[in-house]
């Protein structure tokens, strides 16, 4: 009588164990943790990303920086914008090139190229405009690396005043900021510490790798770079020296990522014009071309960084260019408006 009974709780036991053991290894090798809400943390499955990553730990995103010139009207759409996407905006102002020269020429040339304040755009230029444009990011840099309340792995998203989004499925409800949450994810799991949220156009390398989102449709692309700088994000530990490494990536490369069929433009720089003849004792001394807004541009200085490093976009069929767009037909260029704002930037 008792000896089945023995048997039947060791039956149990074993039953147990096998239970025990089979969610264990489900845990551990078949789920990934996704944060399409802030806070809620969602179990997808291990097929959607091929990423891995920390599990369970929240993906926190902090704030939308939208540089703006005293234009309340931007402003204004800009908040629109970024609260439909989930995100918290700020305004962040504009940099006063003509107040701040000297600051200016240290952060353009730094220690890497000592050079007279004479080696900056003329004033009121397209190159001049430009480059209020990257000085107006750089203080965005600084502002996200120093605010206390952001820890090193948050993520922030710097936008400029004149975006809208790429297709109308994002202004549904909560479906951008799922979507940019999706994809601060996949690159997190892949340590890439800056994303593209919108890009002019998308140039992505032969080796692209592409991590599909939870969103139908959508997915993280990488490596990928391309023109325009008015939708990214950040992480604070990357925003503290985010500009001293790609300014100095670009003068020790200052080629790295210009193709021959650019050689036939007539529309080069100084510096692609060394590029094409391959000398190499001028490309040593390059620098920004006085006289060429191209060279001055923050685009210019992500894109040539991400030739070589670890950038991202978030890409769907619909939406080639990622989330956001520049609304044109909205916004004119806030570069070339500045010949009527003044010498502040704009984006």
């Known amino acids: 009588f008792f000896r089945p009974l023995y048997c039947m709780r060791a039956y149990c036991l074993a039953g147990a164990a096998l239970v025990v053991l089979v969610i264990l290894l489900n845990l551990f090798s078949g789920e990934r943790i996704d944060v399409t809400q802030k806070g809620h943390p969602v179990a997808s499955a291990a097929t959607k990303s091929s990423a891995s990553g920390p599990l369970g730990v929240e993906l926190r995103v902090i704030n939308a920086y939208v540089i703006n010139h005293n234009n309340s009207a931007r402003w204004s759409w800009m908040r629109r914008l970024a609260t439909q996407s989930g995100l918290s905006p700020v305004r962040h102002p504009s940099f006063d090139m003509g107040s701040s020269l000297p600051l200016v020429q240290a952060s353009f040339f730094g220690e890497l190229r000592p050079s007279p304040l004479q080696a900056l755009p003329g004033l009121n230029t397209n190159a001049w405009r430009a480059a209020a444009v990257t000085m107006s990011h750089i203080s965005a840099y600084n502002r996200i690396a120093t605010d206390p309340r952001i820890e090193e792995r948050d993520w922030s998203v710097v936008f400029e005043d004149d975006c809208d989004f790429t297709s109308p499925m994002f202004r ?143 890409w769907g069929p619909s939406a080639r ?23 502040h930037s704009g984006g």
């Open 172 to 314: 549904a409800p909560g479906v951008a900021e799922r979507v940019i949450r999706e994809g601060l994810r996949a690159a997190e799991e892949l340590g890439h510490p800056m994303v593209y949220l919108g890009l002019c156009y998308v140039d992505c390398g032969p080796s692209t790798r592409h991590v599909e989102l939870r969103t139908p449709g959508m997915a993280y692309r990488s490596p990928c770079r391309g023109k325009c700088a008015h939708a990214y994000a950040l992480t604070k530990a990357f925003a503290r020296v985010a500009w001293a490494t790609m300014r100095d990536f670009r003068y020790r490369n200052p080629c790295l990522g210009m193709k021959q069929k650019h050689c036939k433009s007539q529309w080069l720089s100084k510096g692609g014009r060394m590029c094409c003849q391959n000398d190499t004792r001028e490309l040593a001394q390059w620098v920004p071309d006085p006289n060429f807004g191209q060279d001055w541009g923050p685009d210019s200085w992500m894109r040539v960084y991400c030739t070589a490093h670890p950038c991202g976009t978030v």
């Open 321 to 343: 260019l990622g989330l956001f767009r520049q609304a044109r037909g909205t916004f004119g260029s806030m570069v070339w408006d500045q010949k009527h704002q003044g010498f």
